[in-house]
């Protein structure tokens, strides 16, 4: 009988410490996945300043974009794209879309650092690179509600 009591005390004080190792797990696995959707931009909106306008953008979702650029001179731009999404580490993304008018534009956004690293590509008549280009454009990036 005392070894029967004794199995018994021995399986409840292990499975105890196992269901106390698997609800710490459990949390730190939520924790990270928590710290993983704050740096997400999928669902969120951002503001991107940069040298010549701001940028208001709101990623809908991984594969569908609205932006609204105002310039220092105050005129506002606007439209829905299709934007092609790559995250490169947890802060790290690249975002890609072309817009109605020709307009390229390739961003890197590290969420973390609130930068972002830019290059467009437009139309220009007076340009012998096939009527084209191109620049790059540093920014600063913050979440924004």
Same mark, same amino acid.
């Given at each position: 009988?005392?070894?029967?009591?004794?199995?018994?005390?021995?399986? @409840?004080?292990?499975?105890?410490?196992?269901?106390?190792?698997?609800?710490?797990? @459990?949390?730190?696995?939520?924790?990270? =996945?928590?710290?993983?959707?704050?740096? $997400?931009?999928?669902?969120?909106?951002?503001?991107?300043?940069?040298?010549?306008?701001?940028?208001?953008?709101?990623? @809908?979702?991984?594969?569908? $974009?609205?932006?609204?650029?105002?310039?220092?001179?105050?005129?506002?731009?606007?439209?829905?794209?299709?934007?092609?999404?790559?995250? @490169?580490?947890?802060? $790290?993304?690249?975002?890609?879309?072309?817009?109605?008018?020709?307009?390229?534009?390739?961003?890197?956004?590290?969420?973390?650092?609130?930068?972002?690293?830019?290059?467009?590509?437009?139309?220009?008549?007076?340009?012998? =690179?096939?009527?084209?280009?191109?620049?790059?454009?540093?920014?600063?990036?913050?979440?924004?509600?």
């Amino acid at each position: 009988m005392k070894t029967l009591f004794y199995f018994i005390a021995i399986s @409840l004080i292990i499975t105890s410490c196992n269901n106390s190792k698997q609800e710490t797990n @459990l949390q730190t696995q939520n924790t990270e =996945r928590l710290t993983e959707l704050q740096q $997400l931009l999928v669902g969120k909106k951002g503001k991107i300043t940069f040298p010549e306008m701001i940028a208001e953008v709101n990623y @809908l979702n991984d594969s569908t $974009l609205h932006w609204k650029t105002t310039s220092k001179e105050g005129i506002v731009v606007e439209g829905y794209e299709k934007m092609y999404y790559k995250k @490169l580490t947890d802060n $790290l993304h690249f975002l890609n879309w072309i817009e109605k008018d020709g307009w390229t534009v390739s961003q890197i956004i590290d969420t973390k650092a609130g930068t972002v690293k830019a290059f467009w590509s437009f139309a220009d008549e007076k340009s012998q =690179r096939g009527k084209r280009t191109s620049m790059f454009v540093d920014g600063k990036f913050e979440f924004i509600n």
